[in-house]
């Protein structure tokens, strides 16, 4: 009888069935986290966690319009729209492109991205700019800047990762810190929390993943989203399922509901005492094409850039190569192993190249401290350093 995805392992390659099958073991056996195992090659994704922050622009018209707002109240539901866009690009992509969710190769320590969307219709160029802060555990920091539009987007992320229940939990630590900052004017900032993930279908080798619980976008203006990722659970739910409410701390009487799918789309189902949001409208729409990041050849980018660190490895996955995958993915963690015993022994710790650590991120303290939730109080942060540019 012929294995299907529905089946126990149906959607695993039979030559990686052993691998998998070991996979999984040792998944149920760990209690902590996830994240220093090593997964089959069949599941590995080409692409390393320093691209990730790409996909927070994959709409860059959407972004630059957050500029074009013509009030607070409107700049304020354009981030959020903006906002709802990149979950498509950050949480399914990868499901469309590659047949399921694919564990994404972990970066090495200063492991650098460069990238940049082009200047289209008057939007203005935004570049993108990514460096892997930490190894252990793995953080991701990136600075994105649309200058002519006077909009940065900077922030952090790691995770923390568990097994339970057939399903692979994963708590994203760090945050995104949204500042338009015409001439001359304040600026306005938005801190925008990270949803929790619940990756399923690990049974059948052929994972994707659910958002769960809540975010929030809180602007340094007054208005708060809060948004509801409800999904799809076993047994009732519609898939990637969200839900909106935008209010303002100055206006009691303002109350603006988004709901429908974030990986298609969603509309206002009610409005009211805003100025910018109608009742029925479209909200967000991501069944139209993407705009994916430009980044320079791999023959001209240097010896830190991601593509050219795992051009072996992803070339091995891509094309089905798992045996050279898998030995230069070894070779790799192996230098950056002795790097570190090197470095521990001249006593010389690695110096990031872009970023300075701070411990207590001010704007997100204050933010923060804007509206009632069970998010932490305080986090660090990583500021760029543009003279390092």
């Not at 972990?106 to 570049?127: H, S």
């Not at 994203?172 to 619940?198: F, M, N």
């Not at 989203?225 to 935008?246: C, D, M, Q, R, V």
């Not at 009610?270 to 705009?291: N, R």
């Amino acid at each position: 009888m012929t294995s299907t995805p529905q089946e126990e392992g149906g959607a695993v390659p039979p030559s990686q069935r052993s691998g998998w099958a070991a996979f999984i073991k040792s998944l149920a056996s760990v209690s902590g986290d996830l994240y220093s195992m090593t997964a089959p090659p069949f599941i590995l994704s080409p692409v390393s966690l320093t691209e990730f922050p790409a996909y927070w622009l994959e709409r860059p018209d959407l972004f630059a319009a957050i500029s074009e707002g013509v009030d607070a109240e409107d700049r304020a539901l354009r981030v959020l729209s903006w906002f709802i866009s990149t979950l498509k690009g950050q949480y399914t992509s990868r499901n469309e492109k590659m047949g399921s969710e694919k564990k994404p190769l972990n970066p090495v320590l200063g492991e650098l991205f460069y990238g940049n969307w082009p200047d289209m219709n008057g939007r203005g160029e935004t570049k993108l700019l990514v460096e892997q802060v930490s190894h252990h555990p793995p953080i991701t920091a990136y600075y994105i800047t649309n200058e002519s539009r006077h909009l940065t987007l900077q922030g952090h992320n790691a995770q923390k990762t568990q097994f339970s229940s057939g399903s692979i939990l994963v708590k994203q630590v760090g945050h995104a810190t949204l500042t338009y900052h015409p001439p001359g004017k304040e600026a306005e900032k938005y801190l925008i929390t990270l949803p929790r993930l619940r990756i399923d279908g690990i049974w059948y080798g052929a994972p994707y993943i659910e958002l769960t619980d809540n975010g929030y976008i809180q602007s340094s203006t007054g208005y708060l989203s809060t948004l509801e990722y409800k999904g799809k659970g076993y047994f009732s739910g519609k898939a990637h399922s969200i839900k909106a409410t935008f209010t303002s701390l100055d206006n009691p009487r303002l109350s603006v509901v988004v709901d429908g799918q974030w990986d298609t789309v969603t509309k206002i189902t009610s409005s009211a005492a805003s100025k910018h949001a109608k009742g029925g409208a479209t909200f967000t729409d991501v069944t139209t094409p993407k705009e994916e990041v430009t980044v320079a050849s791999v023959e001209s980018q240097g010896e830190w850039e991601t593509r050219k660190i795992w051009e072996k490895v992803a070339n091995g996955i891509r094309t089905g190569d798992f045996d050279t995958a898998s030995k230069e993915k070894t070779r790799i963690e192996n230098e950056q192993r002795q790097r570190r015993k090197d470095e521990a022994t001249a006593g010389t710790p690695w110096q990031l190249k872009h970023f300075i650590h701070v411990e207590v991120d001010p704007d997100y303290a204050s933010l923060a401290g804007m509206f009632k939730s069970n998010i932490v109080p305080t986090e660090d942060c990583y500021v760029y350093k543009p003279d390092a540019a």
